[in-house]
C-alpha cells in the first residue's frame, strides 16, 4: 500500500510541474503559425534510382508491365535557390509482368519548370529492383 502511495504522490508531482512552467514565453499558442500544404497527389513512389544531368531528371521505378510516364507525376517544391522533386504514382501499374530493371522515366528541367543548372534534390525513398 506504501509503494501504491509514493507512486501516486510522485505521480501528482510530477503532473503539477507540468503546470507551473513559466509563462513569460515571447508568443502563447494562438501565436504560433503552422503551415499547411495541400495534399500531393497519388502515392510517394520508391524509386530504384535517380539521376539530375544535363537539366534532366531521370528515374527509375519498379513496374509490374504497363507503366507509362502518365502514371507518375513529379512534384516540385522550391525552397529559397534549391528545389526539391518528389515522383508521385497516380495510376497503380495492374499488370502481372514486372521489368527486372523497373522502367525509366525523365522529365526535362524545363517540363518541371526548372531554371536550367538548378540546384534540385529527390525526395523519394530508394527501394532495391526485385530479383
Not at 18 to 36: E, N, W, Y
Not at 59 to 83: I, M, Q, R, Y
Request: with cysteine; aromatic share 6%.
Amino acid at each position: 500500500m506504501k509503494r501504491i502511495v509514493v507512486a501516486l504522490i510522485a505521480i501528482a508531482s510530477l503532473t503539477a510541474g507540468c503546470a507551473a512552467l513559466p509563462s513569460g514565453l515571447p508568443f502563447g499558442p494562438d501565436d504560433v503559425q503552422v503551415a499547411t500544404q495541400p495534399p500531393m497527389p497519388g502515392q510517394l513512389e520508391p524509386i530504384h534510382a535517380a539521376a539530375l544531368v544535363n537539366n534532366v531528371a531521370v528515374f527509375w521505378v519498379s513496374s509490374n508491365g504497363c507503366t507509362t510516364k502518365d502514371d507518375l507525376t513529379p512534384v516540385v517544391e522550391t525552397h529559397g535557390d534549391a528545389s526539391v522533386i518528389t515522383l508521385r504514382r497516380i495510376s497503380e501499374d495492374r499488370c502481372k509482368t514486372p521489368l527486372d530493371d523497373g522502367f525509366e522515366v525523365q522529365w526535362s528541367y524545363q517540363e518541371l519548370g526548372l531554371t536550367p543548372g538548378s540546384r534540385v534534390s529527390v525526395n523519394n525513398p530508394y527501394q532495391l529492383p526485385q530479383t
